[in-house]
């Protein structure tokens, strides 16, 4: 495998494992602090891998490909959670400087482990189990009510691996993966249906050196399990809540011996008996997040320069949103697969529009892209990113 190349003047090199848009959009922020990214991308066409002039194509569970990826790079980090644990352990004892630290990322790649983590220290959690049984689903169904929400504790992402179900027989073909090879090998994670006032992210970045920053706590919209709108700063949301949550996410991130950007996905919930404003945790991401792609445009250090900062053990940035209000709206594929007209389009229609496509191949539902806008009436915002991203995807066309 050849050499990344070093900018002049002692900079370093930072390997992402993995071509998706995450590490794409590490780009503009590498080259604007010099320092050379390096990715291991899935195909010489990936997202990242369109942009990055070192990008050796490489398999993320071989540990031979990662090895010899790593070892042209200062610090490595990822762009997804699914390198396997092996694979980490044997970057770490060849010596790499991972981050977030295979010990973390445990906790990101394993919601059965993430459960089991967060309730020892205390944070709150929808209530849960772990089942291995149709019969360990009925005992849970009959404390907490159904239905119930079952997730396959690995592999899962964009509501995919997470099922609502209204009897044990609608996860009988995860049950029956129960201890074999695999996403369900320690059993289906199962969880109270959380009647949640809508879903709220914290996002912080902390450093080896135990730095850390905030963004304001955001309110983010799924649809079919895909979040589809960002909020920043989620309106109208109780000061004491947002200091709770980001108090959480920060101590979360020392607890788990984070590093880098993370992402605690919450819900917020009304306490049964006063009424006020709480939180349960969902789940967590160790690297930059869909709901900090807000902060690339709105914040004075969005999320993929402070990824960088942070695994580099740079001082970080400023978190501070630029704007009262910045709307971010994913850009889901639809029916056409020509984005260039679509996008001359919307840029006419909003020049203070903010676009951003990740190169990838228009396929009904996937995430290629989003937009952001930033202001002041929130209202206005929504409309103009909701349009964008509608007309991108071909759902309107005026
Ligand atoms: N316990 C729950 N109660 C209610 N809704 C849930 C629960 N868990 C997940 N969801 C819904 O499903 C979405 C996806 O679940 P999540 O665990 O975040 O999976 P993924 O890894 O696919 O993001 C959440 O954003 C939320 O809308
Ligand atoms: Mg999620």
Avoid at 13 to 38: K, N
Avoid at 81 to 110: C, I, K, M, N
Avoid at 221 to 249: H, N, S
Wanted: aromatic content about 6%.
């Amino acid at each position: 495998m050849t050499s990344p190349q070093r900018a002049p003047g002692g900079f370093p090199v930072v390997g992402v494992i993995g071509g998706g848009q995450l590490a794409r959009m590490c780009a503009g922020p590498a080259a604007e602090l010099s320092i050379t990214l390096s990715v291991l991308s899935e195909a010489p066409d990936a997202a990242a891998a369109q942009v990055v002039p070192h990008s050796p194509v490489g398999d993320h569970t071989d540990v031979d490909d990662v090895l010899d990826f790593a070892r042209h790079c200062d610090v490595v980090t990822f762009d997804h959670e699914h390198v396997p644990p092996a694979v980490l352990e044997a970057l770490v004892s060849s010596g790499v400087a991972l981050h977030p630290t295979p010990e973390a990322l445990r906790f990101a790649q394993d919601k059965l482990a993430m459960r089991e983590r967060l309730t020892t220290i205390g944070v709150a959690c929808p209530r849960w189990a772990r089942a291995r049984t149709a019969a360990e689903v009925e005992d849970f169904a009959e404390q907490v009510g159904w239905p119930v929400v079952a997730k396959t504790p690995r592999g899962g992402y964009d509501g995919k691996g997470v099922r609502v179900i209204g009897s044990a027989a609608e996860v009988a073909d995860w049950l029956d993966q129960v201890g074999a090879p695999g996403a369900l090998h320690d059993g289906v994670l199962l969880e109270e249906k959380v009647d949640f006032v809508r879903e709220l992210a914290v996002l912080i970045a902390r450093s080896p050196s135990n730095q850390a920053a905030a963004w304001p706590v955001v309110e983010t919209v799924q649809t079919d399990g895909i979040c589809t709108e960002v909020l920043a700063p989620a309106p109208g949301l109780d000061p004491d809540l947002a200091a709770v949550a980001t108090e959480a996410g920060l101590r979360i991130a020392e607890e788990l011996g984070v590093t880098g950007v993370f992402a605690v996905e919450m819900f917020e919930v009304r306490d049964p008996g006063s009424g006020a404003a709480a939180y349960v945790v969902n789940e967590l991401a160790m690297r930059p997040h869909n709901s900090g792609h807000w902060s690339m445009d709105g914040a004075v250090t969005g999320q993929f320069e402070q990824h960088l900062r942070a695994v580099l053990d740079l001082p970080l940035g400023a978190p501070t949103p630029r704007a009262p209000w910045t709307v971010m709206a994913n850009v889901l594929g639809g029916d056409y697969p020509d984005l260039y007209p679509a996008y001359r389009h919307i840029m006419a229609r909003d020049p203070a529009l903010k676009v951003h496509l990740y190169g990838k191949a228009v396929r009904p539902g996937r995430k290629i892209g989003h937009v952001t806008v930033s202001g002041t009436d929130l209202d206005d915002l929504r409309e103009r990113a909701r349009h964008a991203a509608d007309y991108l995807a071909g759902v309107i066309t005026e």
